[in-house]
Every structure is written in C-alpha cells, then in structure tokens.
C-alpha cells in the first residue's frame, strides 16, 4: 500500500511525446521492406475516418483527447460505487494483511510482537525464497507467450472459418467453466507418468517424463496446466476485438492485394493492440497472483520446491504453515515487484499502443 | 452512573434470535470429513440429535484441515467462532496455546459428566492431553500399518511379509524379481508420517529433543542423527531400483496398491472403510516393520483429528457441547463409528466392546491398528510429537526428503538440512509462544 | 469473409479442432471416470471407455451435493458478481477516461492495484471486514471520541457498537469479490479506442456527459460486456476459498462448495466417480451462459461497425 504514495501521474509518465505515431503508422515505420501503395491506401483511409488530430499540448496519457474537460463533481460520482467497495473490502483487509509484515503474531491473534523487518531479512537470508523468485519468472514469461500466442492463433482461426464458429467458441471456453480444482486434478491425472494416458503418449514418443521426480517436467506441467485454463480468457476478447475490425478496412486491404495472414498482422493485430496490451497485463497478473489453485491440485509447488512460485509460497506460508508475518512481507515484496512490473509495462507499451484508430 | 447503548444493526440476521417455540440449543461443529466419511458424521451428528430433545449439533463441512483451520482464525478473529471445530493432530500446539479454546477436560468435569479419561487408548490420550489433563476430545484417529497383497506374496513364495525392514526388502526385491507385480510398494502420500515419524516411535528413535517437545517449547530436531537418515536412503534406493512408485499427483497413491498394480502398500488403517467394500484382491494387513537390531518395536503414534471447544459462548451453548463430547467419548458411539469408518477407538472399554461381539473375528486386520497402538508402554520417542508449526517443520522436510528423490540431494545432507530449517520454525514458535500454556495446569483452578 | 482461401481455411479448421481436442480430453477422461463404478474408478489405468453408471453416478451426486439449493446459490453469487462488477467498472472507467481531473491517475492505479493480493492472501481481514462492515466507522468514531464528546455534551455514558454483519448474506459473498480492478482495466483498454469523434459530435449536440454514456458508450461497448460478462459467470461460479470460509449455513453453500465435499480426501473413499460426475454437472449452467450470451457477440459487432 505504502508503495502506492509516490506515484503520482507526472512520475509514471514523462510527458507523452505529442506527435506519437498511431500504430498504423508504426507498423509502416517497422516494416520498410513493403512499400506496397496498398497498405498506404489502407492508412489513408483510416485517417481519413477517425485518426484524431495531433499536436494538442494537453494530451494526457490514458486520456480520451476528445473529453469532457475538467470538473470533479461528476467524475468522482461515477468513482464512488467502485472506490468504496475497494477501500471497505479491498484496502483496508489489504492493509491490514499487510502490516503483519512487521509482525510476528500468532494465527489467533493473542500474542503479537512488533519485530521490525525481521521478516523481510529472514527471506532475503532464505535461498528458497530466492530460487522461488526465479521460477516465478520463467513461470510467467512462459505461460504469458504460450497462452497469449496460443490465444491469438485460435482466435485468427475462428474469424477465419464461417461453419461451426460458435461450437468452437463454446468447446474454447469451456476451461474457464471447470472448477480450477477439477481442472489441477485432470491435468495431474492425465500426465502422471504411472497411469496417465498423455503421460504414456509421452513414453511411448521416447520421451522420458516423470513430474515427480525431474524439476523441470514438473515445472513444465504447471507452466501447461496454468495456460490451459487461462487461454479461454484471451481468446474471448481476442475474439470480439477481431469481430470489431472494420470489415471496410480489411475489404481495401484485399482489394491492395493483401492476404489473409498479412491482412491480419498488418491491419488487425495493431488495431488490437490495446486489447493485447490488456491481455498481456492482465496475464501477467494471472501468473503471479491466480495460479496457486493449479500449483497446489498439480504439484504441491514440488518436487523439492521446483514449481513453488511466489504466490503459492505466500498462500503455503500464510494460510497452511500460518506463519502470517512471513507470508505478509511476501506479499508487500511481490506487490511491490508486480507493481514495478506493471509500471514497466505501462510505461513501454501504453502509449506505444494504438489507441487512436 | 447511567448506562445507555445504541446499537445499530444496519443489516444482515442476528444469530440470536432463535424460533420460539423451539427449546433446543443449536451449537456449530465445523469439520474437514468430505466423501463418505462426511456422510458418516453427519450420521454421527444425527444420532446425538435424536438421542435427546434439549440440542442440535449443525455439522458444517469447512472444507480440508487447512481451510478449516484458517475458516475457525478467521471467524475467532471476527468474534464469531462456530462452538467446536474438528483440528487436524500437527495443529496441536497451535490451538493448544491459541488463547481461543476451552479444555474439554475442565468442561465436561465443570458440566457434571463423568468421563473415564484413563479409559482412553494411552498414544491417543497422550497425543491429545497436556499436563494430564485432556485438551480436545479425540474424534477420528489413526494409525499407519502394512497392507499387503496376499496372492502376490504367495506366488513370490514367502506366506506373508517379514516383520523387519531388512527381510521385508529381500521380499519386495523377489517380487519384483519374479515379475509377480510391477513394484513392491507405493510411496504413501504422508509418507512423513508413516515413514519418518511413525517409523521413529517405532523403532525407538528420538525425533527432537526434549521428549519429542513434550518436555517444552524448547525441542530441537534431531532426526539428522538417527535411523531416519537410512530409512530415506532406503526408500530413495527402492524408487531407483522400481521396488517403489511414487503415485504423484492426481489419483491416491492407494489405487495403486488396491488395483493390483503394487504389492504392498504403508497406509493409514483408516483405509478399512474403502478396501473392505472396494478392493478386489486378495488383501491383508499386518503390522508395520521395524529394524532388525530393534527389539520389541514400540508402539506406533496416532494422526487424525480431535474436537476442540471454542471460547466466547454461553453457558447454555456449552452444555449443548458437554453434552455432545460426552456423547462422542460413549464406548457405543466409539464402535459404531470404528466400524463404519477404518478408525479407531479411542478407549479400552469400546475395544472390549467390540471385541466381545467377535468384531475381529470377522474383521481380523482393523484390531492391528488398536494392538499396534497399546503394544508396551510408551516412552519419550513414542508418546507422540509435540512441535510447534508441525504442518511448517513437515513441509520443509517433505521438501528436502524429495530433494533427495529428485537426485539433487544425499540424504544425510537433506535431513541436515531439514532439521536446521525445522528448528528455526520451531525458535519463532517458542519466541511467540514463551510463557503460554499456564492456563492448562489443573492447579491453575 | 473477403475471399476464399480454402486451404487456409482448412488449417484454421485443423487448428480450431486441436484447439477443441484439448479441451475435449481432460473433460472426455471426466466423463469415463463418472461413468464408472467405484471399484471401476479405482483400477489402473483407468479404463479408455465409459462405463454404464453415468446417469446413476450423476444422479448421486446430484443428490449428496444438494445441488438443487447450491446452484441457486451459486447463480445469484454470480450474476451478482457479473452484474456489479460490469457497473462500477463501466461507470469508473467512463470517468478515469473521458474526465480530466486532479486525482484521475490516482484513481486508476488505486483500483489497479486490487489486482495484486488476491482474496486468498487477505482472507482473515476480509472475514473481519465483512462479519462487521461498520468496523472502519467504528474506528473512526473512536478515533474522533464522539462518545466522550456525548459524555460531555449530554453527560451520559454511552457506548457505540455499530454493528453491520454480511456473514452468511449475499451481499456478504458478493461485495468483497466486485472488489478488483479487471474490468475497470478492460473498459479503459476499450473506451481509449472508441472515436473522438463520437464525444466531439455529442457536445456538440449539447449531450450530457450521462447521455453520451448511455446513448453512445453503452452501445458500443456490447461486444466487450459479453464477453466479460461470460468471463465473470464462470469467475463468480467458480468462487471458491471465499464463500467455503465465509459461509457457515449450508444453506448458503455454492455448487463449487457442494462439488469439493464430493472430492475424496486422504482416509475416505476414493469416490471420483461421483466427484467427477459432480464436476460435469457444475459445468453445466456456466456452459449454458456461453452458449446463451454467444448470441450477443453479433449484435456488438453490427453496432460497432457502423
């Protein structure tokens, strides 16, 4: 919470570059091999419907430029309803949580002693709590690609065909429907290497896989496993961004002689960029913080900690080994660190993004 | 001076307007049974309910041990605890000193009922009493022994497994040898408790210092000295060589054992319920082996789960609850509940009980656990372990015992390991907890 | 489509079925292990086809779970959840973009930052949080003494308990989880697209911000409040940690709650073919709303494409 004090709007952002090219137009900066007169065509039809005009000195990041001026009467109305369920059920249990951090209490809350950052020293003296940090990373690096790359080939493929789209759609989506202990145990189930079926496929390939004993089988499982379930999400907005694709402009681009895939990476894949950005965060976020459910139906975070990532060690040492101060100063680090991330993100990407088609 | 209230009830029920017409008092029992053994306590449940017309016990599923541990912190937190929760046996040390719970003992002494405290099973009384005095009422407890294949043993050539460690691996080796089944046995998913602890009492191996922590919050772990360093380089060489499977993840390391697949297999005696009705192979059961330079082995300790009591109710509510443990604690109660689950019970009087109405007869393996559990008195590397965040300690070494597993450990280093990371959990324990437990002395009344 | 390409189309097809096939497996070896007998379900491997016992084995389960109370539950903690959380985050998005005001970038890192200590990890304050909602008021009138200020106003010992309890409501299992930040995120990802034009054309018709909102917003916006609004049924119905900690009447429980009770733990039969056929029917009404809401992702599109 603490960490949320300095961010103020001038320190997220330098002042966005005015003139920030929309993402039409970069994608014709990045690929200067094609100068087909096609693809201009395609631009200058898109300027001429909608591309905002440029140079306004007040255009703030996140910003419609067309708005509705200044006034906080209105705007901090519409906030109400969310900001008041956040600070009732979001910022002051968080808080609280929290300041365990600084704590050693015991679960029931009789006895509790103010130790300074004793907790945080104690898990920066700790190599598991370090080898934890780097799985995590490769964990979300690589649920992140599979599932977002995963995501945008199912969904190119649904705008593509015309008969059965929506039984697909439906059969796509239905990972999200399964109970996340339902799903851990299916996919444990069918790779374990004793009696699951997908883990005799793999034998039989010559493939030698054995979760339970070999760190990074197990750590692929989860990275699996954790992707499987999420690629529903992307896919659905991946989906209902591509149906919002102009029909005209793709039409122009056909009649410039573009193909399907090229179509798709020139035209509609910048236009989705804000959703992308959208779905890579929201990925991000998801990896760090929403698959412990998986991690604990599919490995326990073993063999020997290989899959135990950060927020499955914060959720094993706060609500299983209730050791609430440790867990605490876990989740102020990871915060913090997710904060960071997130503020990279946003600060590389956002403005980067085309949002003004 | 005059006193005035204003309370305001913005929304929601108040739990206290109660019907009435109806007289009973109602009391919570939050419990972690789901599948068949939820629909047996709420047989249980209903039993108590029919049996008088003065209380209701509500039996409310919360869930795993774990969820409903955090589900009862929570709700004590929230000045709303249900009166009794059913607390898994390495929660001990936290509920004991948690300030939160009232001893049963006291209470059941205080309400005017007269249970024999001595009457109870001395691993599972010392398991669950501190300072002499019962704590939490034992409810569901266990204890691992050996299940075997018999038809496997029998083509194998040996009439049933050897009772030493030593002469039961040259039987697993020939088994599998033979080709009778594809490995001799299944790694137990709690296999800290069958295999390391149990094993420990058993074989008359200290696992911490001080009595096994009964003797103060000051214990350290010395498992790292014993046999436990050789029995995880036995089980790492039977994973090596296939004599072992690990089931992992995803189905219960039982099915292995129970489908034919394995030949033996270390489990809880619990088990009785499912591979009675289910199993359909030759199976028995025997006592679980010890090392050969051991002799007599001890007795084994206990695991399950008791109910503990929660301070901050009426008086009206603990006689509802004094009611219902002393139901729980009924020689009847205790062997009905034997026989319809796999565990024990948990005085003398119902395994008399049960024994003279030729219970063993027909079920001759579920009398190991209770002969298993009594053999010899218990000493201070048997009466049972007392650390503090014993589920934390457990992790710490299930992760290193694996660590062993995966090749990336030898066991002496895993289990130095083990005990040096235990033993700071067990230092943060004492730290928070120095000083506590006064409350439980008899003469403290 | 603009042109045929019929092979193209064929791959999609072939990559849509794989796509299909791997939703398909898990979920197929569900249904074998629900159409099993227990002593079926237990042998290894698990046979490759389905048993006879699958109506019986979802029969039982309907009954142990008592699904016919959980699933009312469970739709009206979900459509809660979808509901709530579709409102306050268009209406907080609507006002992070298309006002400008002092506290804006403020406003939309606070609500992002909910996203980052899931319910999980807050779960004992949260508890606390709702089994008295007036808690933080209390503080503060603690904190203020109004009651000393009453003592000496009036020269009466008063006490105040403010007492707001959800325990066991549904607002109680609602509220705390409308509390994150993914779909203020999705409408502010999805407002900045949305062309300046349109807003430039209402104030120039004289329209209200409101009207701008309800007349223009909303419509455009259909596609993406299907598409979250399915995303949200199957989070809201999937809840689980939550309401299994916060519920204490089983009349409350939620289908998810009911289907984990199903799940054999250690010392119990390994029931899983009734587990499993519990899982396939808690499936059912979130694939029924993907199916129903489907039909809305068209609509969006002829809106927006005008």
């Not at chain 1, 961010?7 to 091999?33: F, T």
């Not at chain 1, 209105?74 to 906030?79: F, G, Q, R, S």
């Not at chain 2, 565990?343 to 393996?365: F, I, L, S, W």
Request: with cysteine; hydrophobic share 50%; charged share 15%.
């Amino acid at each position: 919470m603490k960490a949320s004090a300095p961010i103020a709007p001038s320190s997220i952002w330098p002042e966005a570059p005015a003139d920030s090219p929309s993402g039409l137009a970069r994608s014709q900066h990045k690929s200067p091999g094609e100068t087909a007169a096609g693809r201009r065509a395609v631009t200058e039809r898109a300027s001429k419907a909608w591309t905002p005009k440029r140079g306004q000195p007040d255009r703030e990041p996140g910003l419609k430029r067309a708005n509705f001026g200044r006034g906080v009467g209105l705007p901090t109305l519409l906030l109400l309803p969310q900001v008041l369920i956040l600070v009732f059920f979001f910022f002051i249990p968080s808080l609280r949580a929290l300041t365990q951090s600084v704590l050693l209490s015991d679960p029931f809350g009789t006895t509790v002693h103010f130790v300074w950052f004793d907790n945080f020293k104690a898990l920066f003296a700790n190599g598991e709590y370090r080898q934890s940090l780097v799985t995590t990373v490769w964990f979300t690096v690589a649920q992140n690609v599979i599932t977002l790359a995963i995501a945008v080939v199912l969904a190119f493929a649904t705008d593509r065909v015309v008969r059965a789209r929506s039984v697909y759609r439906t059969l796509i989506l239905l990972p999200y429907a399964i109970a996340p202990a339902i799903a851990g145990i299916l996919w444990a189930f069918l790779f374990n290497p004793v009696v699951g079926p997908l883990a005799h496929m793999l034998h039989a390939l010559g493939i030698s896989w054995d979760p339970n004993r070999n760190p990074n089988d197990a750590l692929w499982l989860v990275i699996m496993a954790a992707s499987w379930k999420h690629i529903c999400y992307d896919y659905i907005f991946l989906v209902v961004g591509l149906l919002a694709v102009p029909v005209s402009l793709m039409e122009a681009a056909a009649v410039d002689g573009a193909g399907p895939i090229r179509r798709f990476f020139l035209i509609a894949l910048p236009m989705l960029g804000p959703t992308i950005f959208f779905l890579a965060v929201m990925n991000f976020i998801y990896g760090f913080f929403e698959t412990f459910a998986i991690i604990d139906a599919v490995t326990h975070g073993g063999p020997a900690g290989a899959t135990n990532i950060l927020v499955y060690k914060v959720f094993v040492d706060g609500f299983i080994n209730l050791d609430l101060g440790s867990s605490a100063a876990q989740s102020v680090l990871l915060m913090t660190f997710a904060l960071i991330c997130t503020l990279l993100q946003f600060r590389y990407f956002d403005h980067k993004v085309n949002y003004g088609v | 001076m005059k006193k005035m209230a204003f309370i305001a009830a913005l929304f929601g029920v108040l739990a206290l307007a109660a019907p009435a017409q109806a007289a009973r008092v109602e009391v919570q029992w939050w419990h972690a049974m789901s599948g068949v053994l939820g629909e047996r306590l709420n047989e249980l449940v209903e039993k108590f309910n029919a049996s008088q017309d003065k209380y209701t016990v509500v039996a409310v599923a919360k869930g795993n041990y774990d969820e409903v541990t955090n589900g009862v912190i929570a709700a004590y937190r929230a000045k709303r605890p249900p009166e009794m929760v059913q607390i898994a046996e390495r929660g001990y040390m936290t509920m004991l000193l948690s300030g939160a719970v009232v001893p049963v003992q006291e209470l059941l002494d205080q309400k005017g009922y007269k249970v024999d405290f001595s009457d109870f099973v001395k691993p599972v009384a010392s398991f669950w009493s501190y300072k002499g005095r019962m704590s939490a009422m034992p409810f569901n407890s266990s204890t691992p022994i050996f299940w075997y294949n018999k038809d496997h043993f029998q083509k194998a050539g040996f009439d049933k497994p050897a009772a030493t460690w030593q002469e039961l691996e040259k039987q697993l080796y020939a088994i599998k040898a033979k080709g009778v089944s594809e490995c001799g046995t299944v790694l137990p998913g709690d296999f800290f408790w069958s295999l390391l602890e149990n094993y420990s009492a058993i074989n008359n191996q200290p696992y911490g210092t001080l009595a096994n922590g009964f003797d103060g919050l000051g214990t350290e772990f010395v498992y790292n000295k014993t046999k436990v360093v050789s029995q995880v380089a036995r089980l790492k060489k039977w994973l090596d060589d296939g004599v072992m499977q690990i089931a992992g993840q995803g189905f219960s390391p039982e099915q292995l054992f129970t489908s034919g697949r394995c030949s033996t297999f270390v489990n809880s005696t619990a088990s009785h319920g499912n591979i009675e009705r289910n199993a359909k192979i030759n199976w028995s059961a025997t006592f679980l082996p010890h090392e050969s330079d051991i002799n007599p082995p001890l007795n084994s300790t206990i695991g399950g789960g008791a109910i503990w009591v929660m301070k901050g109710h009426t008086p009206e509510r603990y006689d509802a609850v004094a009611a219902f443990l002393d139901f729980v604690a009924q020689a009847e109660t205790q062997v009905w509940w034997h026989g319809v689950t796999g565990y024990v019970p948990a005085t003398n009087k119902a395994y008399a009980m049960a024994r003279e109405r030729g219970y063993y007869k027909d079920h001759p393996t579920r009398e190991i656990a209770v002969l298993q559990l009594s053999r010899g008195t218990p000493n201070d590397n048997s009466r049972g372990f007392r650390f503090g965040n014993f589920v934390q300690t457990m992790l710490a070494q299930r992760s290193e015992v694996e660590a062993v597993f995966t090749g990336q450990k030898q066991p002496q280093q895993a289990m130095d390991d083990a005990v040096k990371r235990g033993n700071e959990i067990l230092r943060q324990f004492e730290k928070l907890n120095a000083g506590k437990g006064t409350e439980w002395s008899p003469e403290a009344k | 489509m603009v042109e045929r390409a019929p092979i193209l189309d064929m791959i999609c097809h072939a990559i849509l079925i794989a796509g299909a096939m791997l939703v398909c497996v898990p979920l197929y070896f569900a249904f074998v292990a629900g159409s099993l007998t227990i002593a079926e379900v237990q042998k290894v491997p698990l046979p490759w086809l389905p048993g006879d016992q699958f109506l019986a084995n979802l029969q039982t389960a309907w009954v142990k779970a008592d699904f016919s109370r959980s699933f009312l539950n469970s739709i009206v903690v979900a459509l809660g959840i979808t509901a709530g959380k579709i409102v306050v985050s268009l209406l907080s998005a609507f006002a992070i973009t298309y006002f400008r005001f002092r506290y804006r970038m403020l406003a939309f890192w606070l609500i992002f930052m909910s996203l980052m200590l899931p319910i999980e990890v807050r779960i004992v304050p949260t508890f606390e949080a709702v089994a008295n909602a007036a808690l933080p008021l209390q503080w503060l009138a603690d904190m203020l003494h109004v009651v000393d200020l009453w003592k000496w106003i009036s020269g009466h010992d008063v006490t105040i308990a403010l007492e707001w309890n959800m325990v066991n409501t549904y607002p109680g299992l609602i509220l705390p989880l409308i509390a994150s930040a993914t779909a203020t995120f999705l409408f502010r990802q999805f407002f900045l697209t949305v062309p300046d034009e349109l807003c430039e054309a209402a104030r120039l018709d004289g329209a209200s911000p409101l009207r701008f909102f309800w007349s223009i917003l909303l419509p455009l916006s259909v596609s993406n409040i299907v598409a979250l609004a399915i995303i949200l049924f199957l989070f809201g119905w999937n809840q689980y940690l939550w309401p299994l900690l916060f519920t204490t009447d089983k009349d409350m429980a939620t289908a998810v709650i009911a289907l984990k009770n199903l799940i054999p733990r250690a010392d119990s039969e390994p029931a899983w073919n009734i587990a499993m056929s519990g899982a396939l029917l808690a499936m059912l009404p979130p694939t029924l709303v993907i199916l129903l809401l489907q039909r809305w992702f068209l609509k969006g599109l002829v809106d927006s494409s005008k």
